[in-house]
């Protein structure tokens, strides 16, 4: 089946640097969505792409849909103690109601 | 309040008994779903429904069972069958509009069978 692969696995910052994760596919997809996922509790959307090329913030979280449809990009900029957690991406296409997901990138913040 | 609950949010069952989560969403979505989340892993699809009384098996449906009696409720039910079945669950929902693919996700339940 389709597959996602996300870079990195993990990372670990210190607070206040920039972050950047991104997904590639070898399929198109037409909608890119970015979760984060805190332990002990279910993912939460924090963006939603529609359209190629599109970049979308939500207050220090950046993300882009890739110009090919294949990749997407997030970024998060002056980290915090709160990003601690794991962000997946997820891949949709127009007429499937399923989605493909990403491995996950675990992000750890050293204060 | 709209959203999805999940109970209960620890589940421990001895090895060889079926045992069912709840799901329930007030958020008026058609469509439901049921995810696997192992350790260290992403989100594996068991099952997905559209529509009442309809539901289609994902990637890993094997050793699992569900219903779509309400628009409300997708319970799924883990059977002696599944081999592995300590995980964390998660329920989502979504619209059915298009290319709309965005789901919302409940808390999750975590099963542990002993």
């Known amino acids: 089946g389709q597959q996602l692969n996300q870079s990195p696995q993990s990372m670990f910052i210190q607070e206040g640097e920039d972050v950047s994760m991104n997904c590639t596919s070898s399929?198109?997809?037409?909608?890119w969505l970015w979760y984060k996922q805190e332990p002990g509790e279910g993912p939460v959307l924090l963006i939603a792409?529609?359209?190629?090329?599109e970049l979308t913030s939500n207050g220090r979280l950046t993300a882009q849909f890739g110009i090919t449809r294949k990749d997407s990009f997030l970024n998060i900029s002056a980290s915090i103690p709160s990003d601690v957690g794991i962000y997946f991406c997820?891949?949709?296409?127009?007429?499937?109601?399923?989605?493909?997901f990403g491995q996950g990138t675990r992000l750890t913040i050293n204060p | 309040d709209g959203g999805i609950t999940q109970s209960p949010k620890y589940l421990f069952r001895k090895e060889g008994q079926n045992v069912t989560l709840s799901c329930e969403q007030n958020l008026n979505h058609d469509a439901m779903y049921w995810y696997r989340q192992d350790p260290g892993q992403g989100l594996r699809l068991i099952y997905y429904?559209?529509?009442?009384?309809?539901?289609q098996k994902g990637d890993i449906a094997e050793g699992y069972s569900v219903s779509r009696e309400k628009k409300e409720s997708f319970p799924l039910t883990v059977t002696s069958a599944q081999k592995n079945p300590t995980a964390f669950y998660l329920c989502?929902?979504?619209?059915?509009?298009?290319?709309?693919?965005?789901?919302?996700f409940g808390p999750g339940t975590r099963l542990t069978v002993l």
């Open positions: 792409l529609y359209k190629a090329g």
């Open positions: 399929s198109i997809f037409n909608t």
């Open positions: 989502a929902s979504s619209i059915v509009q298009g290319a709309y693919n965005e789901q919302f």
């Open positions: 429904s559209q529509i009442v009384n309809d539901f």
């Open positions: 997820a891949g949709g296409i127009q007429g499937a109601q399923k989605l493909v």
